[in-house]
């Protein structure tokens, strides 16, 4: 592994070291992405874990854009036990965690009010996962979850490869399959901050956001969704033309304070299921930071990291409430006991894919 430059100095002065250890008999490390212009991405493999992105801005200074920590004990103990990882057997929200698949009712972990999120406690940000670096540029990561896996049936194998482009695209790329019929929605789970992490870390209510989507679904006190498919239009919620996050995330619409701001599942604009087509743009005025979100999914979770409580990150940084934005590309949320919604079923000797690119830039004037 040492021969791809893994002690090499990474700019966002991540050691090797505090990222080793062993957990439930796999070890941890660190791995670095680094591409020609000199951007890279560092990731553990406990969670698929990205603790920092560091990318340039305007001036050509780069800066970790998304909220991370800088040691595997922290990352273990953080607050926020989803930042920056990857989310499965099933990202967002399963109501009363429970559903029902060929006629048997399953029972999930029940991690958030009365319901199952992301997987459960124990989910697949938890796992160590088999990881190889193919070339500098590129990540391998393989996790194989057990039949019954926090309620799910069936045995899913998954992998997964994180890319870094020089177009300053981080590419992820999934694939799963399984041995007995099952249910799968998997997502990245990055916290951003284009203008960079700090102590505090700013928040993002002047970042400019379009979001591909005329719809979105509505959710109740409990962020399950009603079932019904909502027009944005005449709505806080439309961002299909650029709007700042915080021009309206304070208004009193019912939607807004159920989630405390933006915490929704956006039904992205599509001519074809599963094709790859923009989802989201994302600007911070002041560092010229953009970026562009693709993905073959059918919905994006828009979070504005209103739970965020200040707690301390890699370096110092601290990390309040909206000082991150997260687009989470996924199929709905409640999707098993809603029929009408995009199925997440998978089965035998199906493969499951998805493939969600982050396109980072400068915004021209």
Sequence with gaps: MEKIG?????????????????????????????????????????GAIVPAI???????????VVLGHDSIENVINSPEPFLGSTIGRYGNRIAKGKF???????????????????????????????????????????????????????ELKVTMTYRLTDDN????????????????????????????IANPTPTVCNNIVTINADFFTPMDNVSIPTGEIMKVEGTPMDFRTPHTVGERIDEKYEQLVFGAGYDHCYVLNKR??????????CIEPISGRNMEVYTTEPGVQLYTGNWLGGFEGAHGATFP???????EAQHFPDTPNKGHFPSCVLKPRETYRQTTVYKFGIEQD
Excluded at 22 to 41: M, P, Q, S, Y
């Design 6 to 46: 893994f002690l090499s100095e990474n700019k966002a002065k991540l050691k090797r070291e505090k990222f080793q250890k062993e957990v439930n008999g796999k070890k941890t490390d660190l791995f670095v992405l680094r591409n020609k212009i000199g951007a890279e991405i560092c990731v553990t493999n406990f």
């Design 54 to 64: 560091m990318m340039p801005d305007k001036e050509g200074k780069f800066a970790n």
């Design 100 to 154: 029902q698949l060929d006629g048997k009712e399953y029972s999930l972990a029940i991690n958030n009010g009365p319901n199952s999120l992301h997987g459960g406690p124990q989910g697949f940000h938890r796992a160590v996962w088999e990881a190889e670096q193919t070339d500098e540029k590129t990540l391998v990561l393989k996790h194989t979850s057990p039949d019954g896996d926090e309620g799910f049936p069936g």
């Design 169 to 196: 695209e981080f590419v992820i790329e999934y694939e799963a399959v399984t041995d007995k019929t099952t249910i799968v929605n998997l997502t990245n789970h990055a916290f951003f901050n284009l203008a960079g």
């Design 272 to 281: 074809e299921a599963g094709e790859l087509t923009f989802a989201a743009k």
């Design 321 to 327: 409430a909206r000082s991150a934005i997260c687009f």
